[in-house]
């Protein structure tokens, strides 16, 4: 049974940091690529970073310079520095994992963890 569990979203300040993590079971996580999403109020869900499997990563514009996705493949987890926080960041926070079994694509998502920041 896969399952992706995040942890660390909170309340925070504006100016503010906060590091999500996700600790994967079920899946060889070291072949998988793993990505954070976020959805807020009324708005559909959206990348937010993204990790292959041999460590190449890739951002949404609005979180550059700001949030950085690593991997620790001995813990099964994947992690999200957040840093210089907003209120846009405000949103449920969603953890991804995604590779490919005898050629067809496959995914899996953690329940999410709620990330408020306040102005």
């Known amino acids: 049974q896969v399952q992706l569990v995040e942890s660390g979203g909170g309340l925070v300040q504006a100016g503010g940091s906060l590091r999500l993590s996700c600790v994967a079971s079920?899946?060889?996580?070291?072949?998988?690529?793993m990505g954070w999403y976020r959805q807020a109020p009324g708005k559909q869900r959206e990348l937010v970073a993204a990790i292959t499997s041999g460590g190449s990563s890739n951002y949404a514009d609005s979180v550059k310079g700001r949030f950085t996705i690593s991997r620790d493949n001995a813990k099964n987890t994947v992690y999200l520095q957040m840093n210089s926080l907003k209120p846009e960041d405000t949103a449920v926070y969603y953890c991804k994992a995604m590779g490919l079994v005898r050629g067809v694509k496959y995914e899996y998502w953690g329940q999410g963890t709620q990330v408020t920041v306040s102005s």
């Open positions: 079920g899946i060889i996580f070291s072949m998988n690529a």
